[in-house]
């Protein structure tokens, strides 16, 4: 089957679930009287898209210079409602996305993957962008941003340090955000020439106008309705009133109890209609970005080797600007510590969080035990949450607690994020030398400055919080390669330092050895990341 053949498949399903409603809901007219498809009209900048265009093209290319299929890797970073949290997972916005457009891009020689990697109660940063090689991987060729609730309008320089860090990734990445203003550091990421999209909200809510009102009718006139716009819209509010936010989850009377009963069905997550309509829309976004890119080198009369050779050396001149970022609004932090570095510098970042990359390819405890989000054959670390308190350990311990996973449901998978953690207690010192072999093999043994944070698990029941210690107690005790250290609490993370400031020297192998020890009997010190510059 041939792309077009795909692209009209996708196209009939949209009639399938959406009916006479379709061309309203995903089409308009300009000025001009052409038809633009939600996948051009919802996601802003003419420039940005004919720099993701040319991302698209170099995969093409590579595959018909090459005769090897290319991997084009979407990655989804952002918070519960990003992770799909009250929903079954599979109906999250990022399945969906991977639902449609695996066989387009199969037609086309580029090999598709989507990395659902949303985490609840999770902002951008510090720690996810100090993270994102390890968290995303560091293959990724768009990077999706909606951590808009957790993150806030007044917090723009944390998205421009994701940003930062994101386009420090070898695939020269486009960022496309959802939930936020169309900022100065996007334009001049778009400047630059990275592809820098958001999400055009104004629009969607013309769009939403065209949803139709299932407010005063009848169950028989409802049904009548495309299954994908029954009870979506009552009065003016998409899901959250009347018999729409009564029937705003999904229902499967023969699954688990557990599986109906999930947890996090509140206000603030969307429902399943909801992230289909959005997963629609971003691979609409792809389709047309994809059918331009092939129309592209179809009607070029240059030889596909040339045209490859010019894109590729863009590219390469593209991965030189990297460093040449001025922020537009800079981090504040610590005298002391370098705020280039930690928008440039290479780092390290040894993270218990799920989902990773960093987990699921088995680097960061070195078992060599791999597995995916879809499976749990990698390494979950300890799960003894009744002898946490009483485990003598010399290593950092991995741990998690089963309870927040969701597993009573065996219909389904409901959730694949965890505020997994390294555990310290009471009973001796917990060590842990950085980077290990794995992570330099996966990563190269950067040249570490010696600069350290270290971000703190989030606890989300109180029997967690009764047997924590923070990390700033006195009750803890930090040494870095010997030397002891100090806490500086800065955005929900610690940063180090000692007498003589933030730097720590390495030992002669460039690495670090972390030594932690609490003090207070029959508690717990939970890290979820230690990042090392």
């Not at 090689?133 to 909606?146: A, H, M, P, R, T």
């Not at 959250?240 to 997550?269: F, I």
């Not at 030889?303 to 600007?321: A, I, R, T």
């Not at 043994?445 to 698990?457: A, D, H, Q, T, Y």
Request: charge should be neutral; charged fraction near 20%; aromatic fraction near 12%.
């Amino acid at each position: 089957m041939s792309f077009e053949k795909e692209k009209a498949k996708f196209k009939n399903e949209l009639s399938t679930l959406y009916g006479q409603y379709t061309e309203s809901i995903f089409y308009k007219t300009d000025e001009s009287g052409a038809k633009i498809s939600a996948g051009r009209f919802l996601f802003s900048s003419d420039k940005s898209w004919d720099n993701m265009k040319e991302k698209i093209m170099l995969k093409l290319l590579r595959s018909i210079v090459t005769g090897i299929p290319q991997n084009m890797v979407w990655a989804t970073g952002g918070h519960s409602a990003a992770a799909g949290h009250g929903n079954l997972f599979n109906e999250s916005y990022s399945m969906v996305l991977q639902k449609y457009m695996k066989p387009v891009f199969e037609q086309s020689g580029i090999k598709f993957e989507v990395r659902p990697y949303g985490m609840g109660a999770t902002s951008t940063g510090p720690e996810i962008a100090s993270c994102i090689k390890e968290v995303f991987g560091n293959d990724f060729d768009i990077l999706w941003w909606d951590y808009g609730m957790t993150t806030g309008f007044k917090n723009q320089f944390y998205i421009e340090y994701f940003l930062r860090r994101a386009v420090l990734n070898k695939n020269n990445p486009a960022f496309v955000a959802y939930g936020v203003k169309y900022g100065k550091h996007f334009l001049e990421a778009e400047k630059k020439g990275y592809a820098s999209f958001v999400f055009d909200e104004r629009k969607w809510s013309e769009v939403q106008e065209k949803i139709p009102d299932s407010e005063g009718l009848s169950e028989t006139e409802i049904s009548k309705m495309p299954v994908n716009l029954r009870a979506f819209k009552c009065g003016k509010v998409i899901e959250n009133a009347g018999l729409c936010k009564e029937q705003k989850y999904s229902v499967d009377p023969l699954a688990d109890k557990a599986c109906n009963n999930r947890l996090y069905r509140v206000r603030w997550h969307p429902g399943w209609k909801w992230h289909s309509i959005f997963g629609i829309f971003q691979a609409f976004f792809l389709v047309e970005l994809l059918s331009d890119a092939l129309l592209e080198i179809k009607s070029s009369i240059e030889d596909p080797q040339v045209m490859l050779l010019n894109l590729e050396n863009k590219e390469n001149l593209l991965k030189m600007e990297v460093g040449n970022f001025t922020p537009v609004q800079a981090l504040s932090v610590p005298q002391g510590f370098p705020v280039d570095l930690l928008y440039h510098g290479e780092n390290i970042c040894h993270t218990a969080r799920l989902p990773s990359q960093i987990r699921y390819k088995g680097i960061l405890t070195q078992s060599g035990i791999q597995g995916s989000f879809l499976n749990n054959s990698y390494d979950e670390g300890t799960s003894d949450t009744d002898n946490f308190l009483f485990m003598s350990h010399d290593n950092l311990t991995l741990a998690k607690m089963p309870s927040m996973y969701q597993s009573q449901c065996t219909t389904y998978l409901l959730q694949i994020d965890h505020p997994d953690w390294f555990l310290s207690n009471s009973l001796g010192q917990s060590s842990i030398i950085l980077p290990n072999k794995a992570e330099q093999t996966a990563y190269g043994l950067p040249e570490l400055k010696g600069f350290i944070m270290i971000c703190r698990s989030w606890c989300g029941n109180s029997r967690c919080k009764q047997y924590q210690v923070e990390i700033q107690s006195e009750f803890v005790s930090v040494w870095v390669n010997g030397v002891s250290a100090n806490v500086n609490l800065w955005n929900g993370c610690a940063l180090l330092n000692h007498s003589k400031g933030y730097r720590f020297p390495s030992d002669s192998n460039g690495l670090f050895e972390l030594k932690f020890r609490v003090k207070l009997e029959a508690r717990i010190l939970r890290v979820s990341s230690i990042i090392i510059w």
